[in-house]
Each structure stands twice: as structure tokens, then as C-alpha cells.
């Protein structure tokens, strides 16, 4: 299975500042996603990372709010800008593994906590 | 598109009792159901998964069934330890599809 870090682990964060997580995998993979996951609450997809083209992004987030780069098929970034208290959740990254036609496997990263005071 | 609903929410066992959580979901193409589970303070791990050619997988202590029938699937853990306190989350998407769509997660608490 693919092994995903997150960078940083966890931040405290000024209202009105910017974030950039940066997210690492071991393998080269095609599919990366970003997901918010506020206290208590499920997994929501924020965008898919594609690498040399723009994010694709869910219903309810923009770019302008959290831009994504992905320069390669081993690595991406989301920025959360312009913080408010509510962006405070956990941000993780997440990787498709395809290890056999129609056999996709999805892995999460540790996560990275967020705090916007 | 798909709607995955889970229960129960809270789940509290003895120590190696068996726990059982729930999900159905809405989309009859769906055709690949992974479980996380997700401690306190880290990422959802993968425990287990199933795809729609089977009925039921097991590994180890953890087991899925799936009835496509009924649209449901579910988790079983046998001989639950103070170790498998975690929220679990279900998950279904259609293969190649690219979205899961998650559950909205259990908490199990197994009390020694």
C-alpha cells in the first residue's frame, strides 16, 4: 500500500492567514484527493488533484478558497486561504492505488490538524 | 448521486463481545465498499474492503457481508479488544468512478 505523509502535522493559525499543506506519497500514483473533516463529522471530498492540469473541484468549494497544485504524480499541496474559525478541521490527503485493472484501493494520510484562532 | 447512511453512531461492547455496524447506500451501480477506521489523532485506515463479485470476506477477527440486493453491507468484528476503540467509517463508490462517499461514521468503545 502507498505511503502518504502530510506536512505539517498540525498548525495554529491566525484568522485572515494563509496555510499551504504539502502531501507526499512513496509511489507514483495517478488519483490524489484532499478531504476536510470537521470535529466529529465524516469525510468530505474537497477537490481531486490532477497532475498538470487544474484541481477538480466539489460542490461547495472553490479554487479562489483552496487552490491545489499537483506538479507531480508524487506530490501536491491545498492552501487554505483567508482563514476563519471555521476552517478549523483536519485536512488529509488521499491517493488511489491501482494495483489491477478495476482493483482501485484509496489510502489516507495522517492528516493535518488545523486550529484558526 | 450516492447516499451512504451508517449505524448506529455510538457502539459500546465488552471486551469480546462482537460489534456490528450498518450501512446502506442509494446507488445500485455502486460496486466497491471499504471500511476505515480512524483512532484518535491519525488518518482513516483501511481494514477491509469488498467488491459486488462477493458476498462476504473476512480477515481475521474483522469480516464484510454485502446483500446487493438490499443495497446494504456490513462490518463484523468477533472477540472486539480495547484496541479496535476507534470510529469506523463505511464507504461506497462505483469502481473507476474516482468519488467514495462515506458513511457518517460509528464509535465504537470496547470496554475492558
Known amino acids: 500500500s502507498a505511503v502518504i505523509s502530510q506536512k505539517p502535522s498540525r498548525d495554529i493559525c491566525q484568522r485572515g492567514t494563509s496555510l499551504t499543506i504539502q502531501c507526499q506519497v512513496d509511489s507514483q500514483v495517478t488519483m490524489m484527493f484532499w478531504y476536510r473533516q470537521q470535529p466529529g463529522q465524516s469525510l468530505t471530498l474537497i477537490a481531486t488533484?490532477?497532475?498538470?492540469?487544474?484541481?477538480?473541484?466539489e460542490s461547495g468549494f472553490v479554487i479562489d478558497k483552496f487552490p491545489i497544485s499537483r506538479p507531480n504524480l508524487t506530490f501536491s499541496t491545498l492552501t487554505v486561504s483567508n482563514m476563519s474559525p471555521e476552517d478549523s478541521s483536519i485536512y488529509l490527503c488521499s491517493v488511489e492505488d491501482h494495483h489491477a485493472v478495476y482493483q482501485e484501493t484509496q489510502y489516507f494520510g495522517p492528516g493535518t490538524r488545523l486550529l484558526v484562532l | 448521486g450516492e447516499n451512504v447512511e451508517q449505524h448506529p453512531s455510538t457502539l459500546s461492547v465488552q471486551e469480546g463481545d462482537s460489534a456490528v455496524i450498518k450501512c446502506t447506500y442509494s446507488d445500485s451501480a455502486s460496486n466497491y465498499f471499504p471500511w476505515y477506521k480512524q483512532e484518535l489523532g491519525k488518518g482513516p485506515q483501511l481494514i477491509i474492503d469488498i467488491r459486488s463479485n462477493v458476498g462476504e470476506k473476512k480477515d481475521q477477527r474483522i469480516a464484510v457481508t454485502l446483500n446487493k440486493t438490499a443495497k446494504h453491507f456490513s462490518l463484523h468484528i468477533t472477540e472486539t479488544q480495547p484496541e479496535d476503540s476507534a470510529v469506523y467509517f463505511c464507504a461506497a463508490k462505483r469502481t473507476s468512478y474516482g468519488k467514495l462517499t462515506f458513511g457518517q461514521g460509528t464509535i465504537l468503545t470496547v470496554h475492558p
Open positions: 488533484a490532477n497532475q498538470g492540469s487544474e484541481a477538480t473541484y
